[in-house]
């Protein structure tokens, strides 16, 4: 969302997060709870300021150590307590840190769920979401993520097909638009910002500079790239997200 507004309120281990377009009123607001390892364990995301009355989504997260095993998501028209019906994934992770290998969709207890298949890049970052089909023995790639340096997601080709975690392999909230690094929350909109910022700050002195300096035109001409550059990405930190 744009013009996110980050704010810690109550509880030490709880949070608050308001969203709003620049300008605007808030529109969502997502609560967040943690427990003694600063594990995020439960999310509740409001439609407005805090208390309205408008449907309320509600997650929930087991860890093995960690990492999150089991997702429980329920939509509600008020505050309702989450059962294990409400069991929605299944997640497999391998030795390596971060190490995401399958996550099942879950629609019953009863019954297995279907299997998506994250595919990573070195970085762990999820670049594709692959399923199988046992009938036909064909493996296919539901949705293809693309992200730019900074760890945003610029666009993917199913937004149906979906996956929890995203850049480097952890969980990304899409209301919020935050992703939880355990200790820290990361703002990869808001890191492109500022670096748009600085490059807008280092091109005007370099600008300035080029009145006093032998050769002074190469020095307004990189200043000017580098102002260019640096508006360019401030102008593309302001636009919504896939």
Not at 64 to 82: E, H, R, T
Not at 135 to 164: E, F, K, M, P
Request: net charge negative; glycine share 10%; hydrophobic share 40%.
């Amino acid at each position: 969302m744009l013009g996110q507004k980050l704010l810690f309120t109550g509880l030490p281990l709880t949070g608050v997060v308001q969203t709003a377009t620049y300008g605007g009123a808030v529109d969502h607001t997502v609560d967040y709870a943690y427990d003694y390892a600063n594990r995020l364990v439960f999310r509740t995301v409001d439609a407005g300021r805090s208390g309205g009355t408008v449907p309320i989504q509600e997650s929930a997260y087991v860890y093995d150590g960690n990492q999150i095993a089991l997702q429980f998501d329920k939509i509600v028209g008020g505050p309702s307590a989450l059962s294990a019906s409400d069991l929605s994934h299944r997640y497999l992770w391998g030795p390596a840190i971060d190490q995401l290998l399958a996550d099942e969709h879950v629609e019953s207890l009863e019954t297995a769920g279907d299997v998506v298949w994250p595919l990573v890049d070195n970085l762990g970052t999820v670049r594709d979401l692959a399923t199988y089909d046992s009938n036909t023995d064909v493996t296919t790639i539901a949705n293809h993520h693309v992200y730019d340096a900074y760890g945003n997601r610029t666009s993917q080709t199913n937004s149906a097909v979906d996956c929890l975690f995203g850049y480097t392999a952890r969980q990304y909230d899409e209301v919020s638009s935050l992703q939880n690094n355990l200790n820290r929350w990361y703002d990869a909109m808001q890191h492109k910002r500022r670096i748009g910022q600085i490059l807008l700050l280092v091109g005007l002195l370099m600008a300035g500079k080029s009145g006093i300096v032998v050769g002074g035109e190469d020095w307004l001409m990189l200043g000017l790239i580098l102002m260019l550059l640096g508006a360019v990405l401030m102008l593309i930190s302001r636009s919504p997200k896939n």
